[in-house]
C-alpha cells in the first residue's frame, strides 16, 4: 500500500504561485510515475502533468510553461510548482502514483485562483 498526502493549496490571486507537494509512504518501491490531476465539480478529473522515476515529464497543454513537475526521489515527493496562475485552474488537485499496475490518490488540495 501506498499513502499520498497532498500540501500546498490555497487561494491566489491571477498571476499568482503556488507549489503544491506530494510525499509518498508505505510501500513505495518500484513506484513508476506521480503525477497531478484536477477537478472541478461536475467535470471529469484531467490530467495536468506526470513525472517518471526517470525523470520523463508529460504536460497538459493549457499549463505548459506555467506549471513545472518535479520530484525528489530521496524525499518519495513530487511537487506541482504552479505559477501565473488562472482562474481556469481552479480545481481540487490530486497526487497520483503508479506501482506495478496499481494506481493511489491522495486526499485531494484545494487550489482557487481569484480574479
Known amino acids: 500500500q501506498v499513502q499520498l498526502v497532498e500540501s500546498g493549496g490555497g487561494l491566489v490571486q491571477a498571476g499568482g504561485s503556488l507549489r503544491l507537494s506530494c510525499a509518498a509512504s508505505g510501500t513505495i518501491f518500484s513506484i513508476t510515475v506521480m503525477g497531478w490531476y484536477r477537478q472541478v465539480p461536475g467535470k471529469q478529473r484531467e490530467l495536468v502533468a506526470t513525472?517518471?522515476?526517470?525523470?520523463?515529464?508529460y504536460y497538459l497543454d493549457s499549463v505548459k510553461g506555467r506549471f513545472t513537475i518535479s520530484r525528489d526521489n530521496a524525499k518519495n515527493t513530487v511537487y506541482l510548482q504552479m505559477n501565473r496562475l488562472q482562474p481556469e485552474d481552479t480545481a481540487v488537485y490530486y497526487c497520483n502514483a503508479r506501482q506495478s499496475g496499481t494506481v493511489y490518490w491522495g486526499q485531494g488540495t484545494q487550489v482557487t485562483v481569484s480574479s
Open positions: 513525472i517518471t522515476h526517470i525523470g520523463a515529464m
